[in-house]
């Protein structure tokens, strides 16, 4: 149905029976073909000293051995309970041909030793890009022994994920097996920061929606989470000094994030290994402000809302405005000191400031940048002043210094998404840089215009409703796209990483999974192994397909609504099977 639409279909035999489907890739990784059993009271040890494996521990501080013995609980709950009996990656009615005989010859896991040679730095669990070693060493042994060396308590949580994957649950129900003894990986990181831009503020999104969201960030060794947290359209963020804000700005009074649940989402990444950090964005892209505070803010849902803003409400702060700067020094103080034990930034927004807005500000009355770039300055240089005052590194988006022309400091992370070219500008200014390029990297993209049109002259302009960044990124394409291609040595070293943006004005909890999983697991093996392998060769696709689809199916026994991405068919006889074009 449909072929003469596609490339004619072939199906080719590949060279990775058996898959292991380890994702993201390892940097080294050797295996073979001896099956060991998994049992529930495998005896564990950390630095030398017994770990009880405890099912559903939690740990209760942010001390490396209670993090590590969480970590062990879930990596062996995972196990045990998520049934993963891999029937769809094997031909229709063979999967009795690659499980093992129970009953004949069993061999199983006596030990797991587990080794941190390294003791965890104060701010290992909300670390600055690169503060942190995350790589691990992992070997399972056919005599029944697996090893987990790692420098940091960090590069344990990436190992066990790892070590997650080598396991399936048998058919009988009653044993877990890895049928590749005996293995040895080496593996570590390319980028240091790996993330997902997670956009709370068109749509609401719960606890239980960001925590799922975490979990399928550790699985996929992801590490950052930027909580887009306010925008012109809400404010769901509880500011215990200034209540008004989400009293008057959130959506509902249940669609709100108090201080309880900021600290207990980020304290749950952070046992994860995933630092949960904000951005409140201003000076634009702040309307709701004028819901609680409407003296602070020009262009409040202002129309035609184009001239002034780049969606519907508009606002922006007053620049030249002693009173905006008390509120934000009274915001901050609150804010900042709450989130500065489990983060390491604070992001202070600035994309999309529109000029024009200034033209309705009773203390400007213009949309020149000469007059506007030296208040713009300013507003800045206070910013993040509170932002470092507070011990936090500040993180800004490309328009600040690239549009504005604004002096930032050294230390600020810059995040752009306008495409390559900004980032070269960028880190030729001397800047780091996290890419969150919207050629490839936006999961909101491709699903069509959400703004409403009247029939006639705009219908037909608008016709056939396209968003702004169609079409929609594949996996494919998210794989594609190396952010230091075409960099110097020197510019490649202020690239911290990437951040796949969710941006939620047609997303909600509803639809998360689906739109997210698996894609940014996808971001995450471009930014962890790279888009090329050890040998310089780009990555096959046909090589990580029956991989991810592997991953994807593990991603679906955890509980997360991961999207399919090709037929069942292409994934099914030993893994063998791929569906190019």
């Known amino acids: ?38 049992h529930q009271n495998i005896k564990i040890t950390y630095n030398g000293a017994f770990l009880p494996y405890t099912y559903g521990y939690t740990a209760q501080g942010l001390s490396s051995k209670e993090i590590v013995q969480a970590a062990v609980s879930r990596a062996l709950g995972s196990i045990f309970d998520d049934k993963f009996v891999p029937w769809m990656l094997k031909r229709r009615g063979e999967l009795a041909k690659f499980e093992p005989d129970v009953y004949k010859g069993q061999r199983w896991l006596e030990t797991l030793q587990i080794v941190q040679t390294t003791e965890d730095k104060s701010s290992a669990f909300k670390p600055l890009a690169g503060e942190v070693d995350e790589s691990y060493n992992l070997t399972l042994g056919t005599e029944g022994e697996v090893k987990l060396t790692a420098v940091s308590a960090v590069g344990i949580l990436r190992g066990l994920e790892t070590f997650t994957q080598l396991f399936y649950q048998h058919s009988s129900g009653t044993f877990w097996y890895t049928p590749f003894a005996p293995v040895a990986i080496q593996d570590s990181p390319r980028f240091p920061h790996r993330g997902i831009l997670f956009d709370t503020a068109r749509h609401w999104f719960s606890i239980a929606d960001i925590k799922r969201t975490i979990d399928a960030m550790a699985f996929s060794k992801l590490n950052r989470l930027h909580v887009h947290v306010t925008d012109s359209q809400s404010w769901p963020l509880v500011v215990p000094s200034l209540p008004e804000l989400s009293e008057k700005g959130a959506y509902s009074p249940a669609q709100t994030y108090s201080p309880a649940d900021i600290e207990g989402l980020q304290r749950y990444g952070a046992v994860r290994g995933v630092q949960v950090y904000l951005e409140i964005d201003m000076p634009g892209h702040i309307g709701v402000v004028a819901e609680s505070h409407p003296e602070l803010i020009v262009a409040y849902d202002a129309q035609p809302y184009y001239w002034w803003c780049a969606q519907p409400p508009c606002g922006a702060f007053k620049l030249n405005n002693t009173a905006v700067d ?64 507070h011990g936090l590194t500040p993180m800004i988006w490309e328009e600040v210094p690239l549009h504005w022309n604004v002096t930032i400091g050294k230390d600020t992370v810059v995040q752009a998404w306008l495409g390559a070219d900004s980032v070269k500008m960028l880190t030729g200014m001397g800047h780091k840089v996290i890419d969150s390029n919207y050629n490839f990297w936006y999961l909101d993209c491709g699903r069509g215009q959400w703004l409403t049109f009247e029939n006639g002259e705009a219908w037909d302009e608008f016709f056939p409703f396209n968003d702004w960044c169609g079409p929609t990124k594949s996996w494919q394409l998210i794989y594609s796209y190396d952010p230091i291609a075409n960099l110097t040595e020197e510019e490649s070293k202020l690239v911290l990483g990437g951040e796949a943006a969710v941006w939620s004005e047609t997303i909600d909890g509803a639809t ?15 930014l962890w192994s790279g888009r090329k392998d050890a040998a310089g060769q780009n990555r096959s696709q046909v090589e990580a397909a029956p991989r991810l689809a592997e991953f994807r199916e593990r991603l679906v026994a955890k509980g997360i609504g991961a999207a399919v991405f090709w037929q069942e068919w292409c994934g099914q006889a030993d893994g063998m099977f791929v569906c190019p074009g």
Request: hydrophobic share 45%; proline share 6%; charged share 20%.
């Open 1 to 38: 149905m449909f072929s003469h639409l596609v490339p004619l279909l072939t199906v080719v035999l590949a060279t990775i029976s058996s898959v292991s489907a380890v994702w993201p890739a390892p940097q080294s990784y050797s295996k073979g073909s001896s099956v060991l059993y998994l």
């Open 326 to 389: 008390s509120f934000l020094e009274k915001l901050f103080d609150d804010v900042l000191p709450r989130v500065a034990p489990y983060s390491a930034y604070f992001h202070t927004g600035g994309d999309e400031l529109n000029a024009n807005d200034s033209m309705l500000d009773e203390g400007i009355r213009s949309n020149d940048t000469e007059v506007l770039q030296p208040l713009l300055q300013k507003f800045i240089d206070a910013q993040h002043a509170r932002v470092r005052k």
């Open 512 to 526: 998360l999974d689906g739109i997210v999983w698996p894609r940014a697991s996808v971001l995450g093996e471009a």
